[in-house]
């Protein structure tokens, strides 16, 4: 059982020693580490993960601008290393990528404005193809300010070229202003036929942008731009802050989520509860301030089905926590390790939400009196599938079939931009001897058991995602994806 105040034994060991060792050394101490899976919670490895890195920027010799690809170069090999202890353990990724996304930020602030003609941009003509390469474009009456859509012989119908650039006047009812007149006649830019079509008038407009003719210096009020030479900064301190800010961002999800709780929870529902993670319970608890509600939990078995037994046995017996001096706030070891489920059954009883323990096996029957369905998750994948608890996937189809809205509440930096091609690879496996012991030696040398502890969810039965910055569809992650980790996703793997 937790108690309040106390570190995870080898997330505290790990965090004290990487201030006092070698970036090099605390990486072999975190790579062990992980492949034991002494610390399995995915914010404890996000914390690890993120130290590391501040430690090794820190020490790390590329810290000016000019050498900021052998900076992210560096990175990306830790985070290779990294994620090559332990694959499965989505996170790690998720953080060495958001690191590398505050180094190239660094680097974009730092340079100057890139070239207008260096922008992607999309449906962009050449000059050459969208308004013709001599002035001849123009026509008889260059003075009238029409051109012809391509290079060449200007349009050619019944009548002369006069007579169609009057058409054209006619037709169009664009003002052209006067210092574009001018433009047209010195042959910098020439516009299109506004009769031709708009999509014509526009790349001519782009093109005075990029090939027009520069004012004279002495035009009032305008003067040419100096440009400012490179200078080649230390980018180190920067990017040491931006992961100090991802570490703070660690430490304040809890309750960044819990605060859309009021909005989710109303008086009087029942809700499912699949999980106790530390993210869950403050949300939860958050809610019992200003709400009373009704929490059904699955015991989820057979990772968590002793703790769950003894609370069904006795649950007049059920005490809160251990050192939880305030019950209304989750103590610091709550935020590190996930809760037994008769852990927060206590918790959330001490604060006095009803709370009634089922078996698995009983989610069909008291599915229809829910009114909504609560999990926690361990990973969020970038199409708005999820890996958790093992037997999510059996409640939320559960919940789909009784139209009862799932709701899975997290931190963004659960959130991965992997895509599932293969969902199985990324799930973990437990001891099988919580399902059958050695005592049943003739079944144990006759059969394969398997213990997951990890269940694959896809998005279509997801109906929202709760986040710290908001809420989700799971066909609008994509975006949240975006917004997190840029353009550029490096693969790790």
């Known amino acids: 059982m937790a108690i309040a105040g106390e570190q995870p034994p080898a997330l ?48 790390n010799r590329h810290t000016k601008l000019s050498e900021s690809q052998g900076l992210i170069k560096d990175v990306r090999e830790l985070g290779r290393h990294l994620v090559a202890a332990q694959p499965r353990e989505l996170v790690i990724g998720n953080i060495v990528r958001r690191v590398l996304g505050v180094i190239r930020e660094e680097c974009h602030e730092s340079n100057a404005l890139p070239g207008f003609a260096d922008l992607t941009l999309g449906g962009r003509l050449s000059r050459a193809s969208s308004i013709g390469e001599e002035s001849t474009d123009f026509g008889s009456n260059p003075a009238s300010g029409t051109a012809t859509p391509h290079s060449g ?9 006069d007579d169609i650039d009057a058409m054209s006047r006619r037709k169009s009812k664009a003002y052209i202003p006067p210092n574009l007149r001018n433009l047209t006649r010195q042959g910098s830019i020439a516009l299109p036929n506004p009769s031709y079509g708009e999509n014509n008038l526009q790349h001519a407009l782009f093109s005075l942008l990029m090939n027009s003719t520069p004012l004279p210096s002495d035009s009032p009020g305008l003067k040419p731009e100096a440009k ?65 509600f009704t929490v059904v939990m699955i015991e989820a078995y057979p990772n968590d089905f002793y ?40 918790t959330l009883t001490s604060v006095g939400v009803e709370t009634i323990l089922i078996p698995d096996s009983a989610v069909p029957a008291v599915m229809s009196r829910v009114n909504k369905v609560l999990m926690g998750s361990h990973v969020i994948l970038r199409n708005g599938s999820m890996i958790t608890t093992a037997g999510a996937r059996t409640v939320a189809r559960c919940a789909q079939e009784h139209s009862i809205p799932v709701v899975v509440v997290s931190g963004v930096y659960k959130l991965s931009p992997r895509y599932p091609f293969d969902p199985d690879s990324m799930l973990e496996t437990g001891d099988s001897s919580t399902l059958i012991g050695w005592e049943d030696g003739d079944m144990v040398g006759n059969a394969e058991i398997f213990n997951p502890t990890m269940d694959f969810v896809p998005g279509e039965l997801v109906d929202h995602y709760i986040t710290n910055v908001g809420g989700y569809t799971p066909q609008n992650l994509y975006k949240l994806v975006e917004e997190q980790y840029g353009s550029v996703i490096d693969t790790l793997e």
């Open 307 to 346: 703790e769950t037994q003894e609370v069904l046995r006795a649950p007049s017996k059920t005490t809160p926590l251990v050192g939880l001096k305030n019950p209304g706030k989750p103590s610091p070891a709550n935020k590190d390790e996930p809760l037994t489920s008769a852990e927060l059954k206590a």
């Open 153 to 161: 012989r200007p349009f050619s119908r019944d009548g002369g070229e």
């Open 228 to 292: 400012e030479p490179f200078e080649d900064k230390d980018i180190r301190g920067d990017v040491i802050e931006g992961i100090r800010e991802l570490i703070d961002e660690l430490e304040m999800v809890d309750e960044q989520v819990a605060a859309h709780s009021e909005t989710h929870i109303h008086a009087n529902e029942i809700v499912m509860v699949l999980g106790s993670s530390p993210t869950l319970q403050t949300f939860l608890m958050k809610a019992a301030v200003k709400r009373k």
């Open 12 to 59: 505290a060991k790990f965090l004290k020693l990487v201030t006092s060792i070698k970036a090099d050394d605390a990486t072999e101490v975190l790579t062990g580490l992980l492949k034991r899976r002494e610390i399995t919670s995915s914010r404890n490895v996000a914390k690890a993960v993120a130290k590391l890195l501040l430690r090794f920027v820190s020490q």
